[in-house]
Nanobody
């Protein structure tokens, strides 16, 4: 079965950094576009970052550009999200997702076939 497992969340002060990991299994990882989404309490899930199958193409939500960086290691079936200069408004549950669309598409949550359970990120003021 397909599994996506996020890790690395926690509590951090504003201005700090955190690195999230997503370990994938049960699928052909290199054939999947991977993305990160997040959901704050009472809010809809929103797009954060996306990376192409090869890792050469990337895009980010405007709210995180210049602060977050997505990467992948196809040999380890892992996607990373490096988060710097964290703000309280970054507080959310972060999810990784896998889907068939190219990196220039796939920014809507209904375009993904597989989802992890999420990891909590809390940024204090």
């Amino acid at each position: 079965q397909v599994q996506l497992v996020e890790s690395g969340g926690g509590l951090v002060q504003a201005g700090g950094s955190l690195r999230l990991s997503c370990a994938a299994s049960g699928l052909t990882f290199s054939s999947q576009t991977m993305a990160w989404f997040r959901q704050a309490p009472g809010k809809e899930r929103e797009f954060v970052a996306i990376i192409s199958r090869s890792g050469s193409g990337k895009n980010y939500a405007d709210s995180v550009k210049g602060r977050f960086s997505i990467s992948r290691d196809n040999a380890k079936n892992t996607v990373l999200l490096q988060m710097n200069s964290l703000k309280p408004e970054d507080t959310a549950i972060y999810y990784c997702a896998a889907g068939p669309k190219g990196w220039f598409l796939g920014r809507s949550d209904d375009e993904y076939d597989y989802w992890g359970q999420g990891t909590q990120v809390t940024v204090s003021s």
